[in-house]
């Protein structure tokens, strides 16, 4: 099968959260499964420079609207190759990706969002046109492909090349639907007949992640609790009932992860590699963090860490109601991430206040995350709601014990620990209050000073296997469905 994946971000070449995970790994998993597949993503800042891709000789020219006037914005299809198996195609185009950031500063969105991932959908069809390349399926990741869809369904209805070609959508993230003024309609060259509450109109504003749903022959999320849960009016943020409509249509496949890059017996980003058999060299992973990040090296001392977006979201107000009472205790704090300016400031005093507690790093560091991984004791995923989550699938593979709560793929994956059965791989709690996420991971402390059963949960965690292989699988079974295979 011949399948292009589109995709706003994808590791190694440009990364915010786990979708670029995805993007990375999972085309790797299906040209493992022997299926043809290549990505196109946009050429951020530092690609060129870093893999040096190749010019396709493809220059591409989209119509966009700046105030009341069309002007031809002009790029270029670059190519790579990732581990000699997938293709990937970026489409070039400065002005609008060669910037600090992906999608958004501390201060907001960019304010030309729209037209930045008009451009990107619009080259990847037109990259498609040129090329005379109809693929067996596209799939399209979260709200910057969304038009893609869209455009097959409306502009390219009746393209002898793309017409009926089928789409898979994935949600990565319902809580960021690419909702712009409903003028925008016009930049997106969409007949206004479309702008209906049957498809993209949203309370009077254009919502692009709402027509990829409604167009999308297959929607996938990212676990089958998240998938059950946007059908909910709590968790659908508004799009509870254009989910509900498509139920059948509609599948959740958790998440896995690539332990090519993510396994402590080969991580050659961490001090020394260990692995359920030989947990030595995780004390010295924690002893190196420590050290790292100036905290007093103390081997009985818990670490916990967090790797994240700093938003609501992903439970932040939960800790910041209790870190002050955690940090009274005998532990210390680990911190790696960016976003909300609030959280910044938060957690730029808190490190002001407790030096000798915490390290707190508002950046991204891949190598860093690595270190902490294998470095901390417990790992913190207090979410309000979390599509899938990888992170408490990586700590569980570096003995780093998870602390969550049920909601989403974190209740998928993680299995309370039950001193009675000597089963779980974790700690979770439901109730979202900084009260109940409190007791849990106190809980999760009490047992690690007990070392003979925490070394047992370690070691239940590190056992699981959440590889790419079986999730590859049943994308492969919906893409046959999506195509009638």
């Given at each position: 099968m011949d399948i292009l994946m589109v995709a706003p971000e994808m590791v190694p070449y440009a990364k915010t959260g786990g979708l670029a995970d995805v993007a990375g790994a999972l085309p790797l998993a299906l040209a493992d499964l022997g299926e043809r597949v290549s990505v196109i993503i946009p050429c951020y800042r530092g690609i060129e420079e870093k893999y040096n891709p190749e010019d396709t000789g493809v220059e591409i020219v989209v119509p966009i609207l700046d105030g009341d006037h069309w002007i031809d914005k002009r790029g270029r299809i670059l190519k790579t190759v990732l581990d000699n198996k997938v293709d990937v195609y970026l489409v070039k185009m400065d002005e609008y990706y060669d910037r600090d950031a992906l999608y958004m500063l501390p201060e907001g969105d960019y304010p030309d969002n729209c037209a930045r991932f008009t451009f990107f959908c619009r080259a990847a069809l037109d990259f498609l046109k040129e090329r005379n390349w109809r693929p067996d399926l596209v799939h399209c990741h979260d709200w910057q492909s969304a038009l893609i869809p869209i455009y097959l369904n409306t502009n390219f209805k009746e393209d002898p090349l793309l017409s009926g070609v089928p789409v898979v959508f994935t949600i990565h993230n319902l809580g960021y639907q690419g909702l712009f003024w409903m003028w925008d309609m016009k930049l997106i060259n969409v007949s206004w007949d479309y702008f209906t509450t049957e498809y993209l109109e949203y309370y009077g504003k254009l919502n692009l992640l709402k027509g990829g749903l409604v167009f999308a022959d297959i929607i996938t999320t990212v676990s089958r609790?998240?998938?059950?849960?946007?059908?909910?009016?709590?968790?659908?943020?508004?799009?509870?009932?254009?989910?509900?409509?498509?139920?059948?249509?509609?599948?959740?496949?958790?998440?896995?992860?690539?332990?090519?890059?993510?396994?402590?017996?080969?991580?050659?980003?961490?001090?020394?590699?260990?692995?359920?058999?030989?947990?030595?060299?995780?004390?010295?992973?924690?002893?190196?963090?420590?050290?790292?990040?100036?905290?007093?090296?103390?081997?009985?001392?818990?670490?916990?860490?967090?790797?994240?977006?700093?938003?609501?979201?992903?439970?932040?107000?939960?800790?910041?109601?209790?870190?002050?009472?955690?940090?009274?205790?005998?532990?210390?704090?680990?911190?790696?991430?960016?976003?909300?300016?609030?959280?910044?400031?938060?957690?730029?005093?808190?490190?002001?206040?407790?030096?000798?507690?915490?390290?707190?790093?508002?950046?991204?560091?891949?190598?860093?995350?690595?270190?902490?991984?294998?470095?901390?004791?417990?790992?913190?995923?207090?979410?309000?709601?979390?599509?899938?989550?990888?992170?408490?699938?990586?700590?569980?593979?570096?003995?780093?014990?998870?602390?969550?709560?049920?909601?989403?793929?974190?209740?998928?994956?993680?299995?309370?620990?039950?001193?009675?059965?000597?089963?779980?791989?974790?700690?979770?709690?439901?109730?979202?209050?900084?009260?109940?996420?409190?007791?849990?991971?106190?809980?999760?402390?009490?047992?690690?000073?007990?070392?003979?059963?925490?070394?047992?949960?370690?070691?239940?965690?590190?056992?699981?296997?959440?590889?790419?292989?079986?999730?590859?699988?049943?994308?492969?079974?919906?893409?046959?469905?999506?195509?009638?295979?």
């Open positions: 609790g998240y998938a059950q849960e946007i059908q909910s009016r709590e968790h659908g943020l508004g799009l509870d009932g254009v989910l509900r409509d498509r139920e059948k249509d509609l599948y959740g496949i958790v998440n896995g992860i690539d332990y090519n890059i993510w396994s402590p017996e080969n991580d050659k980003l961490i001090a020394q590699n260990y692995n359920a058999d030989d947990l030595s060299g995780k004390a010295r992973c924690k002893a190196a963090l420590q050290e790292e990040l100036g905290l007093p090296v103390s081997p009985k001392t818990p670490v916990v860490a967090s790797i994240s977006r700093l938003a609501d979201q992903k439970g932040f107000d939960l800790l910041t109601s209790v870190i002050d009472e955690l940090l009274e205790g005998d532990m210390q704090f680990v911190l790696l991430g960016t976003g909300d300016a609030k959280y910044h400031d938060i957690f730029k005093d808190l490190s002001r206040r407790y030096p000798d507690k915490t390290g707190i790093n508002i950046t991204y560091d891949e190598g860093l995350a690595h270190r902490i991984e294998a470095g901390a004791d417990i790992f913190i995923m207090p979410s309000y709601y979390e599509p899938c989550g990888l992170n408490q699938l990586i700590s569980l593979k570096y003995g780093t014990v998870p602390v969550v709560r049920a909601t989403g793929g974190l209740d998928d994956t993680i299995r309370d620990w039950d001193p009675e059965t000597g089963e779980g791989n974790g700690f979770k709690f439901a109730s979202y209050t900084g009260r109940d996420f409190l007791e849990c991971l106190q809980r999760a402390l009490a047992f690690y000073f007990r070392d003979d059963e925490w070394q047992k949960i370690i070691r239940s965690g590190m056992q699981e296997d959440f590889s790419w292989g079986a999730s590859a699988k049943e994308y492969l079974w919906l893409y046959n469905r999506a195509t009638g295979g």
